[in-house]
């Protein structure tokens, strides 16, 4: 990992704003990134990097007022993951294990969250599972109830059809009967 030095920085006790000459800030760093000017000065944590020259420290810079001075920009965290980046010879390492661990707590809270909508998701498919074998056992005993119903309808049929012949049969005799009187 390198240190990003190019340009110069006005830094102002009290403020958290940075101005920067000749900085290009806008495509080389980035939230998260580390700021400082000397190994006894204290870090900022950049929290936005507003244009080429302008960015805003996550609070307002303790130390001493710098004009036009030379400073380091070093990142601590990968911005994908949160995972902390550890720079040759920091000399605030408490500062990158302090935001590990909150990242650490980020990441956490992220993968219970997960786990959570997993559950809810296995017990939605459970119950639908669950329902659609109801409506399976529906759908066979209604088959199974036009199935007799057709038979029944069969049976009316055949039951009607013997009746007429009986009645065609009757009415034959009864007409060759008074025929033959």
Do not use: C
Request: aromatic share 6%; proline share 3%; net charge negative.
């Amino acid at each position: 990992m390198t240190q990003y030095t190019t340009g110069t920085i006005t830094l102002t006790n009290g403020s958290a704003m940075v101005t920067g000459t000749g900085t290009a800030w806008l495509a080389n760093l980035a939230p998260g990134t580390l700021l400082t000017v000397s190994e006894d000065d204290p870090v900022g944590v950049v929290v936005a990097v507003t244009a080429d020259g302008s960015l805003t420290l996550e609070t307002p810079w303790p130390g001493a007022s710098y004009t036009n001075t030379a400073y380091e920009a070093v990142r601590d965290f990968d911005p994908s993951t949160g995972a902390p980046l550890l720079s040759h010879g920091l000399r605030n390492t408490n500062v990158v294990v302090n935001r590990a661990i909150l990242a650490l707590g980020k990441q956490t809270a992220t993968a219970v969250n997960a786990y959570v909508n997993v559950q809810a998701a296995q017990a939605a498919a459970a119950t639908a599972t669950t329902q659609a074998g109801i409506a399976a056992t529906q759908a066979t005993a209604a088959a199974g109830s036009a199935t007799a119903a057709q038979s029944t309808a069969d049976s009316i049929d055949g039951l009607l059809v013997s009746m007429a012949t009986a009645f065609t049969d009757s009415q034959t005799r009864y007409v060759t009967a008074i025929a033959f009187k």
